[in-house]
Each structure stands twice: as C-alpha cells, then as structure tokens.
C-alpha cells in the first residue's frame, strides 16, 4: 500500500487537542504556582546540593504515576512551588512499588535513580510531568565537501499525565520536537551519519529532524497477581519495545546535543507511527512483545504518517529488561522490520541487540551515568550482520560541571553513505570508529523553574582508506558549542521512594 500523509481534518483535530491541551497545561502553571512566594533563584550549587539530598535524579519520559494521595496530601502539594525541593512533591510510583524514576522512552526501563530534569504539576487525581530539553546549537563538521556550519535547536518537550484507574493506572503522554522548523528540512550537520531520505535520495551526513509529533500514547498497568503486573501501551506515534532507552532519553546522553553514528542499528525505532505494546512484569524483570508500523518517518516531519487505511502494524519485537538493583538495568531485544527503508522498499530487516545502563552517586552532589549498547541489523538481501557498539557516559561533578564522552564502531555500507561501492578487494562494508569529549557548565535560571548550561563537545573519526578520497581525511570529525534549556528541578531515587505509596 502506497504511504500518504494525514487527512487535513486529522492534523486539524490533533492541533486542537494540542492547543486545549496548552490552555489546560497554562492554567494549572498559573494556579499551582503561589504569587506571594514564587521560588527563589538560589545558587546553583546549593541548588544541586537539594537534588542531591532527594535522590539526585528522575526517569525520563515516563508517564507512571500512582495512585491519587489524600486530599489534605494534595492540597499541601499545590500550595507550595512546583520546584521547591520539598520531598512532598515527589513523583508517585505505580504497581508493585515501582516509581516513575524507572520509566524511560516508550515502555523501556532505566535505572530507578537515573537523572532527569522535569517540572510536576497535581491537578485534581492527576499528576501532571513537564519534561524536555532544548539546545541551541553551533554545529561545524568537517570532511571535505561533505562537512558543513549552522545554527540549529535540537530538542523536544513531553507532557505526561498520570491518574488512579480501577486497581492500576492510566498515563497519557505526549511529545513534541520543534526540530523541523530550528534544524532545517534535511537536520543538522553530523558527518559520517546516515539514515531516512531527503527528495529520493539518502540522507547522509547529516542527522535527520525528528518528528512535530514523537510520541502519542496511553498507557495502563495494573497488578495481576502478588509481585505481578501487565502493562498495555498503545500509540497512534510511540516506540515500541525494541533497543535501548533512545538517545534523547538516556542519561548518559543528556549532555550531547549530537545522536550517535549507531542510531540506525540501535534506537531509530523511537518514533513510529502505530505501535501496540503488551507486557507482564515483576519488581525487576520484564518481558514485552510490540506489534508496530515498521516504515520510517518521511521527509514531511510535521504529518502523522498511515497508510491509505491507517497504521498498518507489519513489524513485530520482544525485549527482555532485568534491573537487579537500583543502579543497574540490562536488556536484550529483537525486532523484525517489514520494509522500513523508502529507497529500499523490497528490503526487510531483522534488528537485534542488548544494552547495559548503570546510574550511581558520585561524590555528595554529582551523577554518574553511563551505557554500553550493541546493535546490529540483518538485511533480506545480505546474510551478514552489520554491527554497531556504543559506550557513553555523563559525569556531573557536582551538580554544576559535567564531563561527557562517547565512544563508536559501526559499519556502513556505500548505499549508507551515498558513495560508490569500492572495487574488489576493497571491502564492501566501511568500519568506522568515533570518538566525542565535551564539558558542560550550568550558569544559572533562566525562570525559577527553566536552568541554562553552556557546554561544548569535539567529536573525532576514523575511517578506512577506502573512504578518505570522499571526506580529503581520513579523521573527520565536528565541534559544537551550545546553550541548553530544561526545567529546573531534578527528582532523585531517595525521593521517589518517599512516593511509594500505591492505594
């Protein structure tokens, strides 16, 4: 079936959803926040030194709250700052004890202390979760004719609302990127990258836009048995259970602006548009199985894309995720991709992989976050696997410097890179390594509840020789330099277990 993009009457009654939802959103800002004692700017590192007394960190993306607490419990709530610190404003957790801290993107797991910045808003039985992040971006890469300059913003903001149902509860999220319109129509420069298509042809060094609309979804648990919970996710635009935790989400990436050269191999199902997820789950292991339209996204990034008859789930996955303790989750996973790429579409993909994340206490304010991922694609028309490997890590020092750095192999193909295949005995697969550093400084509050950092990363490649005609080096690589925007507080693990209370 050929792909079309959304009825005008579809865009036009989701763009309304969208700006009721704002107008809700902005009214209960406007009623939770007191006038008479508005938070204020402390210092920075006093700032950190409370997250650090609550826990140090949140989950990301997640959309389980639990159930509602007691009325003078909630009245206390909205009578004091959003992001005052207090450990009364703490993140509910859901079924079986397990807190929001856990959730990353989609249905998948971090570990429970993992951090995140977010702003929590009760309204009525609900809890409201502002979350997201905004960079705005120097980016120059270089390689020859192939590297290039500009100025993007690269971001995205989540809304996810949490309310008791029957025994479980139900979460509503959603999240949206300006990418289209700060990037531009083709993303932002990132030599070496590859992945989706621009006006018939490959995109290639350069790292496409995401979405208007990433993430669509409801989402229910409810306990089954003692110790036993099911989950049922269910998305018009979502991820199903496929990979890691998606760069934009993983802690030990918060501090890059760029995705990684393996975001193809790894996470690039993050947004897909139709999924419907169903899992079963203990305190620590869970087991999930994904039904989903397996196409990636257009080059149109502000349509949600069906087919002539609406999403078509051709795609299946299944992930296994055990966290044997709050600083740790691993997971495995395999998916088959019906026919994903539009230059390719006679071509199905098996993916696979497994990742390990580990989040911890460093120091008395700092966060250590790291992450090992491999991934790898089978395609129907080559029986080798193509394979990737990434390790990351984010080092907040002391809740106001932050190292970073990650390090990737991944082999892509001429077709990847939109070169001519070499000539025999040249290998038809190009392995190459890269390598990024950066340093970011939060310098203050933009609004008691948006903090500002300035930050910087230097990315440097490796490729074969076979390559170096094309990029004039054989060590390409890019800068960037940027100012980030994300809300204030930060919601730790201590805090979240204050919050375990499921009724």
């Known amino acids: 079936m050929s792909r079309r993009h959304t009825p005008v009457v579809v865009r036009?009654?989701?763009?309304?959803?969208?700006?009721?939802?704002?107008?809700?959103?902005?009214?209960?800002?406007?009623?939770?926040?007191?006038?008479s004692t508005p938070p204020a700017a402390a210092d920075t590192a006093q700032d950190s030194a409370a997250d650090a007394a609550h826990g140090g960190g949140t989950a990301r993306g997640g959309a389980l709250g639990g159930a509602q607490g007691s009325a003078p419990a909630m009245a206390a709530m909205a009578e004091m700052p959003a992001d005052s610190g207090s450990p009364t404003m703490h993140m509910r957790a859901g079924?079986?004890?397990?807190?929001?801290?856990?959730?990353?993107?989609?249905?998948?797991?971090?570990?429970?202390?993992?951090?995140m910045h977010a702003q929590l808003i009760p309204i009525g039985g609900w809890q409201l979760m502002i979350h997201g992040v905004e960079f705005g971006a120097y980016d120059q890469q270089f390689g020859g004719s192939r590297g290039a300059t500009q100025l993007v913003g690269i971001g995205w903001l989540m809304g996810a609302a949490t309310h008791a149902l029957g025994d479980g509860q139900l979460g509503l999220r959603g999240m949206f990127s300006a990418d289209p319109w700060t990037t531009s129509p083709r993303g932002y420069p990132l030599i070496l990258q590859s992945g989706e298509a621009f006006n018939?042809?490959?995109?290639?060094?350069?790292?496409?836009?995401?979405?208007?609309?990433?993430?669509?979804?409801?989402?229910?648990?409810?306990?089954?048995?003692?110790?036993?919970?099911v989950q049922v996710y269910a998305a018009p635009v979502g991820e199903p259970?496929?990979?890691?935790?998606?760069?934009?989400?993983?802690?030990?990436?918060?501090?890059?602006?760029?995705?990684?050269?393996?975001?193809?191999?790894?996470?690039?199902?993050?947004?897909?548009?139709?999924?419907?997820?169903?899992?079963?789950?203990?305190?620590?292991?869970?087991?999930?199985?994904?039904?989903?339209?397996g196409h990636e996204p257009d080059q149109h990034r502000s349509d949600i894309e069906y087919d002539d008859h609406g999403p078509v789930l051709d795609s299946y996955s299944g992930r296994l995720t055990v966290n044997p303790d709050a600083g740790w989750s691993v997971s495995t996973w395999y998916a088959y991709l019906?026919?994903?790429?539009?230059?390719?579409?006679?071509?199905?993909?098996?993916?696979?992989?497994?990742?390990?994340?580990?989040?911890?206490?460093?120091?008395?304010?700092?966060?250590?976050?790291?992450?090992?991922?491999?991934?790898?694609?089978?395609?129907?028309?080559?029986?080798?696997?193509?394979?990737?490997?990434?390790?990351?890590?984010n080092l907040d020092l002391d809740g106001a410097n932050t190292v970073f750095g990650r390090l990737e192999y991944v082999a892509k193909s001429p077709a990847d890179l939109f070169v001519d295949t070499p000539p025999p005995?040249?290998?038809?697969?190009?392995?190459?390594?890269?390598?990024?550093?950066?340093?970011?400084?939060?310098?203050?509050?933009?609004?008691?509840?948006?903090t500002t950092s300035i930050g910087a990363v230097l990315t440097l490649d490796a490729i074969p020789q076979t390559l170096a005609a094309t990029y004039h080096t054989r060590t390409p690589g890019g800068i960037g330099v940027y100012l980030r925007i994300r809300p204030a507080h930060s919601?730790?693990?201590?805090?979240?277990?204050?919050?375990?209370?499921?009724?």
């Open 200 to 229: 018939g042809t490959p995109l290639h060094d350069r790292q496409h836009p995401h979405n208007l609309f990433m993430e669509l979804a409801a989402i229910y648990d409810t306990p089954i048995a003692h110790g036993l919970a």
């Open 425 to 450: 005995p040249a290998a038809d697969r190009f392995n190459i390594g890269s390598a990024s550093i950066g340093y970011a400084r939060v310098i203050g509050r933009l609004t008691p509840y948006l």
């Open 241 to 293: 259970a496929v990979g890691p935790v998606a760069f934009p989400h993983r802690p030990s990436a918060q501090s890059d602006p760029f995705a990684p050269l393996s975001h193809h191999w790894q996470d690039a199902t993050h947004i897909s548009f139709g999924v419907a997820t169903v899992g079963i789950y203990t305190h620590d292991i869970k087991l999930e199985s994904s039904f989903f339209n």
């Open 12 to 35: 036009r009654s989701v763009s309304r959803a969208l700006f009721a939802l704002a107008i809700v959103s902005a009214r209960s800002v406007a009623g939770q926040s007191p006038a």
């Open 95 to 115: 079924p079986l004890g397990i807190g929001m801290t856990r959730q990353g993107s989609g249905t998948s797991w971090l570990p429970d202390g993992a951090p």
């Open 338 to 393: 019906h026919r994903p790429e539009q230059l390719e579409p006679t071509v199905s993909q098996h993916r696979l992989g497994a990742s390990v994340l580990n989040d911890r206490a460093f120091g008395s304010r700092g966060r250590w976050s790291s992450a090992l991922i491999y991934g790898a694609n089978l395609y129907s028309n080559d029986p080798r696997l193509s394979n990737s490997a990434l390790v990351e890590s």
């Open 491 to 503: 919601h730790g693990a201590d805090e979240m277990s204050a919050g375990m209370t499921m009724r």
